[in-house]
């Protein structure tokens, strides 16, 4: 079977170099199997989740427009947030930034895909969510759009429209990207009855 495999080398020295709201940047040296000492410098995460709203009778997703200051871009994206409060568990989370992004909620969950989004400079792990049978929803008591997001929009693409702009390089951020390419993969595979319970096993997050 074709799976990842949990490894993890001894950690010599870790140094903090700095730290911020959400991360922090270490640098550690580690050892490898041949006894060789290696520095590699990373940025640590708690984790994120995000949600492909599909509706399917209209054959549309819901899409963001959110500035990402980084790259200099307002980039199309779906619903997505880090998993940042104690005790809550994944699907939980989901459906929160579902509600508070797009003031939807929705009656049927599944796993999509599990990723690492960029495993050689960060340790974020990401599982993206399909969100069904979908409905308004208020977004959550107390809860005030900040920052990048309080100049956030979002509205309906089609699904057939969304994945060729990904196909041309018009949409590239990758939580976008992997999730919209995973539902479309699970729909032509005929998978999307064989999709993971929204409770499913992590390895990763043990």
Do not use: N
């Not at 599990?114 to 340790?123: I, K, L, N, R, V």
């Amino acid at each position: 079977m074709v799976t990842d495999e949990p490894m993890s080398w001894p950690v010599r020295s870790r140094k903090v170099l700095g730290e911020g709201r959400v991360s922090a940047f270490v640098d550690e040296e580690i050892e490898t199997p041949s006894g060789d000492l290696i520095a590699r410098q990373y940025l640590t995460h708690p984790g994120a989740v995000a949600v492909v709203a599909w509706d399917e009778e209209a054959d549309r997703i819901a899409v963001l427009r959110q500035y990402r200051h980084p790259v200099r871009m307002e980039l199309v994206e779906i619903p997505a947030g880090l998993l940042d409060l104690d005790g809550e568990s994944w699907v939980t989370a989901a459906q929160r930034e579902l509600a508070e992004e797009a003031e939807l909620a929705a009656d049927r969950w599944d796993v999509l895909v599990d990723m690492c989004t960029t495993p050689g400079a960060c340790e974020e792990s990401l599982r993206i969510f399909l969100a069904r049978d979908l409905r308004p929803a208020s977004r959550p008591d107390g809860f005030v759009l900040e920052g990048e997001e309080a100049h956030m929009s979002w509205d309906w693409v089609d699904r057939g429209e969304l994945v060729a702009a990904i196909l041309d390089g018009r949409c590239q951020s990758p939580t976008l990207v992997a999730g919209v390419l995973a539902l479309e993969t699970s729909r032509l595979a005929g998978r999307l009855q064989g999709l993971r319970s929204p409770d499913a096993d992590w390895p990763i997050r043990r």
